[in-house]
């Protein structure tokens, strides 16, 4: 596809249970981001991928949450015993490059993940 | 502390109005760079301005970087219905992922 497609766009799911969230880059991106926005808030980064390395995953609200990227390509993002603090818009980027300064980021549709 | 602040949070205005939108720091940048996010969607890039003092111009919108580079304007000539949406202004501090502000969140009425 043309551009950043994430699955599913809604997620509805009980606390306590886990949930996957997928994101498929650009092509040729060799960069991934992850970002969570709150209702009323701005976008919250979690961690990108440069390749399929993590250099960063500072931003990882707690350890119920793990990412990972395999190919240079699919990114999932998962949340295991999931909490209703967890329901947010869940926005994935690709670009070029993390490295390059400027790149820009090219935004999917997000997956609203409600957690009841 | 939020790196950037944007003001005003929410705006709503009736259509052919004109409007600007800040977004603060007290850090300097080498860049910075405005989003726009519709409902259902992720943001897209509008611009990015790197020059201190420098004004992009994009249709009926206009971008100022500041002197210092730590601050930037959008403002908006005759504001259509389609302008809607959240404005989301983002750095990149150093050699790092880029960090967004709040946003001003943009009604315009017809």
């Known amino acids: 596809g043309a551009g950043v497609s994430q699955s599913p766009s809604n997620k509805v799911t009980e606390k306590g249970k886990d949930v996957e969230l997928r994101c498929d880059p650009i092509?040729?991106?060799?960069?991934l981001y992850w970002y969570r926005q709150s209702l009323g808030q701005g976008l919250e980064f979690l961690i990108y991928?440069?390749?399929?390395?993590?250099?960063?995953k500072s931003g990882l609200p707690s350890d119920r949450f793990s990412a990972e990227r395999t190919g240079g390509s699919v990114s999932t993002l998962t949340i295991q015993r999931t909490q209703q603090e967890d329901s947010a818009v869940y926005l994935c980027?690709?670009?070029?490059?993390?490295?390059?300064?400027?790149?820009?980021?090219?935004f999917g549709p997000g997956t609203r993940l409600t957690v009841l | 502390t939020q790196l950037l602040e944007q003001s005003p949070q929410f705006l709503s205005i009736q259509e052919g109005e004109n409007l600007t939108v800040y977004c603060n720091s007290s850090?300097?940048?080498?860049?910075l760079q405005w989003y726009r996010q519709e409902p259902g969607e992720g943001p897209v890039l509008l611009v990015t301005?790197?020059?201190?003092?420098e004004v992009k111009k994009l249709k009926r919108l206009t971008f100022q970087f500041g002197d210092a580079r730590k601050d930037s304007s959008l403002h908006i000539t005759a504001a259509q219905p389609g302008d809607t949406g959240l404005y989301l202004c983002?750095?990149?501090?150093?050699?790092?992922?880029?960090?967004f502000g709040k946003g001003t969140r943009l009604s315009v009425i017809a």
């Open positions: 983002a750095v990149r501090p150093g050699n790092t992922p880029l960090v």
């Open positions: 301005v790197v020059t201190g003092g």
């Open positions: 991928f440069q390749g399929n390395s993590a250099p960063d």
């Open positions: 850090s300097v940048f080498s860049s």
């Open positions: 980027a690709s670009s070029l490059s993390a490295i390059a300064g400027g790149n820009e980021q090219f």
């Open positions: 092509s040729g991106h060799t960069a």
